[in-house]
């Protein structure tokens, strides 16, 4: 596991646009974090990285934005108003969770992906941290990755950003 501090929104995006330029077809980015942690800014640095155009503003009613133009489309997904995994699979986004045709960033994960509700250091408690200042990007996932990811607001615009790659 890698986590980075974020000093300001601006560092945040540019995270999220060094990732987007990275990453492959079929990535998952799961996205957990409280209200105003930067989940959505860390979207737009990522729509950014791959060229999407558009404004993005998260879906919260709509469920799912899609993004086309760029590298690949970028399909960002808000489940902040489902409450359980049967729920993401009645409304039909199972497809952009599980083999998505280009990159799917999920905003309220542990929605759909339970292991995350209690965090980082729950979901791995074995996990080696390390703490970097920004950028510390890391390497992007491989195509058919799940990128998981926690952001905490650490005071003021600093925000603790966590995460951690495996295979989808």
């Known amino acids: 596991m890698v986590t980075i501090i974020s000093q300001s929104p601006a560092e945040t995006l540019a995270l999220g646009r060094d990732w987007g330029s990275a990453m492959a077809e079929r990535t998952v980015v799961a996205l957990s974090g409280d209200l105003g942690a930067g989940k959505t800014q860390l979207v737009r640095g990522i729509a950014a990285g791959l060229g999407c155009a558009g404004r993005v503003t998260s879906p919260t009613f709509a469920l799912l934005h899609e993004y086309h133009g760029g590298r690949l489309p970028l399909f960002h997904l808000d489940l902040y108003r489902l409450e359980s ?3 993401v699979a009645g409304a039909g986004l199972e497809d ?3 083999s998505p045709a280009g990159v799917t960033v999920v905003e309220w994960a542990e929605r759909w992906f339970v292991d ?3 965090g980082p250091v729950a979901a791995n408690p074995t996990a080696r941290t390390e703490v970097a200042g920004f950028p510390g990007a890391g390497s992007a996932p491989e195509a058919g990755w799940l990128r998981r990811v926690w ?5 003021g ?4 950003i966590s995460y951690a790659d495996s295979r989808a």
């Open 96 to 98: 952009y969770l599980v």
């Open 85 to 87: 995994p049967a729920e």
């Open 116 to 118: 995350m509700i209690a």
């Open 157 to 160: 615009e600093q925000r603790k």
């Open 151 to 155: 952001l905490e607001v650490s005071g």
